[in-house]
């Protein structure tokens, strides 16, 4: 049986950084086999925190590579100590498990929503399916992590079923 975390901080960093390392491998890879490794990053840095309307595709920008990791690890920071705590939370309360899906499907879309609003540079470098595939991916490895700390929520959920009424 897998030890519990003390520290909610502990975990939630953990489970953040699994998150964002994810991600940051997922694009990786896409940049290399296109022939252009740290493109993402560095037009994301551009344009999401430069504020650039037509960011250098071809070279890499450094200060956006590193602007942007710093900003996506923190994201995946905050996200992973918020989704510890809820599930946390869900362990002795069997509705909060319902949060849980709708913050699956928040994950899933906000990234897909800024990219597409932002900048026509960003809806083509970056289709719809290749975030959805990076989301689901950190999705799965933070979900995975969590679910084999988490005795109790896989206890909780055989005793009563999302679904089911609390006995």
């Keep these: 049986m ?3 975390f003390d520290s ?10 699994l998150g964002a390392a994810t991600v940051a491998i997922w694009f990786l890879v896409l940049d290399f086999i296109a022939g252009a490794p740290m493109r993402t990053p ?7 925190l430069l504020g650039r309307d037509n960011p250098d595709v071809v070279n890499v920008d450094f200060a956006g590579v590193i602007l942007y990791s710093a900003f996506h ?3 995946f920071l905050i996200f992973g100590l918020a989704l510890s705590r809820l599930l946390r939370w869900a362990e002795s309360e069997s509705v909060v498990r319902y949060a849980l899906l709708q913050v699956f ?10 990219l597409w609003m932002y900048n026509e540079t960003t809806r083509t470098l970056f289709p719809i399916w290749k ?18 700390h988490h005795p ?14 609390p006995v």
């Design 131 to 148: 975030t959805l595939i990076a989301n689901t991916l950190a999705a799965l490895v933070m979900g995975w992590y969590l679910w084999k």
């Design 8 to 17: 909610l901080k502990d975990e939630g960093t953990f489970a953040g950084l």
């Design 2 to 4: 897998t030890e519990q």
């Design 152 to 165: 109790a929520i896989r206890a909780a959920i055989k005793k009563v079923p999302l679904g089911a009424a």
């Design 42 to 48: 560095s037009v994301l840095g551009q344009v999401l």
């Design 73 to 75: 690890v923190a994201l």
């Design 105 to 114: 499907l928040v994950f899933e879309v906000f990234f897909v929503a800024l």
